[in-house]
DNA sequence: ACCAATTTGTCCGTATGTATG
DNA sequence: TCATACATACGGACAAATTGG
């Protein structure tokens, strides 16, 4: 050794990750604005003394990262990613992770519950008019269904969906409607799979229904273990069409659910 | 009108989000497989009959999606997101809603306890080491301050949260253990506020002793109900400090919580 | 409605540092 | 050690779309 000195290693990251990281301080600081349009590459690339590819390198970043958002060919604006965003790319990484449809479900007993014990406590009448509207939908579907039309499966398990999302959403708390949004959407490819085979769309339309009761009484205590009922029913119904509960959600599922989510970023 | 006919609208998406998404599907189908090594820019630009520039920019796409790493200056490869990245950007969309602290309390009320509950039922030995490790290290921690030293508050907050994490770890659900990270994440600058006005080191300690008890003796029911004393401990030491339930988490805590995440993203 | 300036999208060519064999 | 392949970064260029008068 010829020094005492001992240098720490030097991280060089790259120019245009630089970038990312100065543009982000500023919105997150608050000088850059959601809503303004981003400076133009040209202007950025001066400030920061890189070249525009460079620039819209970094600008890429911030895309992804829901930070920027490009509105057709218009000048890119700064706005804050959106939840739903998040919910799909985290779904997406929870198939990679092969999680399985146990874990989905435990996570789906302790949020769903407590989702609809608090949206008894908070929903108003617009939001009572929503959860009607979406009942009278899927009961449509069912009374046809009995009639002997073919099952619109896709239908179905989409005012499913939304019944679940608006619960969600006028529970007003968003850090568990953030939580419970990646569980929604994973559960949708697996109903698509239960249903055709058992069967079980009036049972789901009833078990909506007195969720709902509940909800318009302010009866939280109900709505919550009438939800407990719902999904240890979905857990049930899983089992009977003969799918293992700690098989690992496959990559089917993913390109079904991924096709909402990518119409949305665009 | 000169036609009958209906035109769909064209949407033209940029060839770098062509190229991101035509990777994408690659990677989702399984084509390019987890570890490979990204194909070469040029390849690339000659398979999609784009020019290099635009390869490179659909690669940022993918690399802020957490879908492809790069690792120094090597070769760029399939990866997949992990969960800290999700969950770091998902805290960072949470405080530019203007989150409460409200609901972050609420999401914790529903998920903490029941992380406790699982981690009893599932944590093996090296579980139980681990979270020994952490609760003699806090022990160190507050045996020194009541000795009259300095609280080091960011460590004692960092022992804080990784008692957490551990539970969430061991308790085996990625689903949960997901939709838990952004809470313990925004909790952090909440304590760093908290705790050096109250002075309540001794008592955090104590409540992690006592889930640690109830874990190490498989008693569920026991861990559950002493987290939800825990975190109703702390909804109180909050309103103690006369801060609101319902001001929004500013941004403040953002850059402190953001301090951990970006170390980890190169 | 038209024109001119600006800005983005895309392309081409080139230089440099580094990793791998 | 040398050579090759590759990622990073730069400079310049042009068409199409957008913006603002």
Not at 36 to 45: G, R, S, T
Not at 74 to 86: A, E, F, G, M, T
Not at 137 to 153: N, Y
């Amino acid at each position: 050794m010829q020094e005492n000195h001992e240098f720490s290693r030097i991280e060089r990251a790259p120019a245009y990750r630089l970038v990312y990281d100065a543009i982000e301080r500023q919105i997150l600081a608050g000088r850059l604005r959601v809503g303004d349009p981003l400076p133009a590459e040209i202007q950025l690339a001066d400030q920061f003394g890189v070249n525009r590819s460079t620039v819209r390198e970094g600008i890429r970043l911030l895309e992804q990262s829901g930070l920027v958002e490009r509105d057709g060919g218009k000048r890119p604006r700064i706005s804050v990613p959106h939840y739903l965003d998040l919910a799909s790319s985290a779904s997406r990484a929870l198939i990679l992770h092969s999680v399985t449809f146990r874990e989905l479900w435990e996570a789906s007993m302790v949020l769903e519950p407590a989702i609809a014990e608090h949206a008894a406590r908070h929903i108003d009448q617009s939001g009572l008019d929503e959860l009607l509207g979406n009942l009278t939908a899927m009961q449509a579907e069912v009374v046809s269904i009995e009639g002997g039309k073919p099952a619109d499966v896709l239908a179905f398990v989409g005012l499913d969906r939304e019944f679940h999302e608006i619960l969600a959403k006028v529970g007003g708390n968003r850090v568990l409607a953030l939580a419970h949004e990646p569980v929604t959407s994973l559960f949708i490819p697996t109903g698509q799979v239960i249903l055709p085979r058992l069967k079980t769309y009036r049972r789901v339309l009833d078990a909506h229904r007195y969720i709902f009761d509940c909800l318009a009484a302010k009866d939280h205590a109900g709505a919550r273990s009438w939800m407990h009922k719902h999904m240890d029913d979905f857990r049930r119904a899983y089992e009977l069409t003969a799918l293992s509960l700690d098989a690992p959600l496959d990559a089917v599922s993913l390109s079904m659910s991924e096709a909402t989510p990518s119409m949305r970023s665009r």
